[in-house]
């Protein structure tokens, strides 16, 4: 079946940076577009960043612009989120999603798998 598997969270000061990873299994990797959400307390998941099968086009939302980069190495079945200059803002669970799509999506209902979140927290 298939498993998403985010790590690289946690506590990191205001300014810092954080590299999240998530490595998949039990699907053509390259066939899928992988995305980065994230879900705050009492708040809706959002859309973070978004990267095409062969990374040839990536979308970020634009509180992340600028700050965020997605990657992805297919040879490794992994997506990147590098993020740097975090704010207490950022803090939320992130995670990341696989959609067998023919378009890049920006909506939680277009990705078909989830991993279980990583916590990352942005605080002094």
């Known amino acids: 079946q298939v498993q998403l598997v985010e790590s690289g969270g946690g506590l990191v000061q205001p300014g810092g940076s954080l590299r999240l990873s998530c490595a998949a299994s039990g699907l053509i990797f390259s066939s899928y577009v992988m995305g980065w959400f994230r879900q705050a307390p009492g708040k809706e998941r959002e859309f973070v960043a978004a990267?095409?099968?062969?990374?040839?086009?990536?979308y970020y939302a634009n509180s992340v612009k600028g700050r965020f980069t997605i990657s992805r190495d297919n040879a490794k079945n992994t997506v990147y989120l590098q993020m740097n200059s975090l704010k207490p803002e950022d803090s939320a669970v992130y995670y990341c999603?696989?959609?067998?799509?023919?378009?890049?999506?920006?909506?939680?209902?277009?990705?078909?798998?989830w991993g279980q979140g990583t916590q990352v927290t942005v605080s002094s």
């Open positions: 999603a696989a959609a067998d799509t023919a378009f890049v999506g920006v909506r939680p209902q277009e990705y078909a798998y």
């Open positions: 990267i095409s099968w062969v990374a040839s086009n990536t």
